[in-house]
């Protein structure tokens, strides 16, 4: 079985345009996500599903694999499948997506949020979550989930749920932590044939078009402590992070 990891990244980022080159602690932010990604245990292969030539450069100046895709692509999933249909895969073959603007990203991340779809043949898409503070409750760029007693995505939003109604708080909060494998065959199917549902497009979140056509989607909890970067607050934070990761000592 293969197990490739695919990173999307673009240079027109709304809120951060150009993020994916910027500086951490002198390496750009796509060189330290691709570098993490690359201890994983279990990946096989590793690509970046990229539109900009500036990326292309970068990513092939620190030796890494590039895929070129269409620019019109929006979802960052949709721009890793069509990346992926370039490479030689079966239906059972894992596809991993991991964004582009995670630079504290663990490897063990990777492997946590593919154990679903190892262990059942009937999980086609699992997610990471982390645990959610009230501050992050009312971050519009945090997606919160909601899940059954089964651990899968009931729903998933940039509003703040579950809500409070009560002063005890009385089920776990979680968020989504943006690692996405997916099985092939239902990559395909999610690029291909699922159309963009009315939720997914009021939310702007990808995950929901399997939810509202009737897929399950398994959510892994995750100790790791991650961070993405949409501002130059939060590279500055992580930046900071960092500068004390053991990770990052063994590439930098």
Partial sequence: MKIVVGIPARMGS???????????????????CYKRCSFSNYATSLFVAACDSEIQNEVEGFGGNVIMTDPNISRPSLRVAAAAETLELDDDDIVVVVQGDEPLVNPDMIDLAIQPLLNEK???????????????WIDPAEIKVVCDLNMNAMYMSRAPIPSINHEEVRTQWYRQVCIMPFRWHFMKKFNHELTPTPLELQESIEMIRALQHGYKVKMVPSPYISKSVDTDDDRKLVEEIMQTDTLFKKYE
């Fill in 14 to 32: 709304t809120r951060y345009p150009g993020k994916p080159l910027c500086s951490i602690l002198g390496k750009s932010m796509i060189e330290h």
């Fill in 122 to 136: 009937d999980v086609f898409v699992s997610n990471l979550v982390a645990d959610l503070d009230k501050h992050q």
